[in-house]
């Protein structure tokens, strides 16, 4: 029930798009810049995904 109010669910593949994004508008380079990328997308996808999704696909892309 209370599902039907909550903001849906984005997958993982548009969580890895919006993060790609983030690192190019930023120019983070590695995991230095971890945090700020975090802030970015964690702001941008308030409620829409998980910390721990989001975390993971950062640290992925910025040790590549």
Do not use: C, H, Y
């Not at 849906?8 to 919006?18: G, I």
């Not at 810049?33 to 999704?53: F, I, P, Q, W, Y």
């Not at 975390?55 to 892309?61: A, H, M, N, R, Y």
């Amino acid at each position: 029930m209370i599902e039907a109010f909550l903001p849906e669910q984005l997958s993982e593949e548009e969580v890895e798009a919006k993060v790609e994004e983030v690192i190019a508008k930023t120019g983070a380079s590695g995991m230095q810049d971890m945090g700020k990328v975090m802030g970015m997308v964690t702001k941008e996808l308030a409620g829409r995904a998980d910390g721990r999704t989001i975390s993971t696909i950062v640290k992925q892309k910025l040790s590549n």
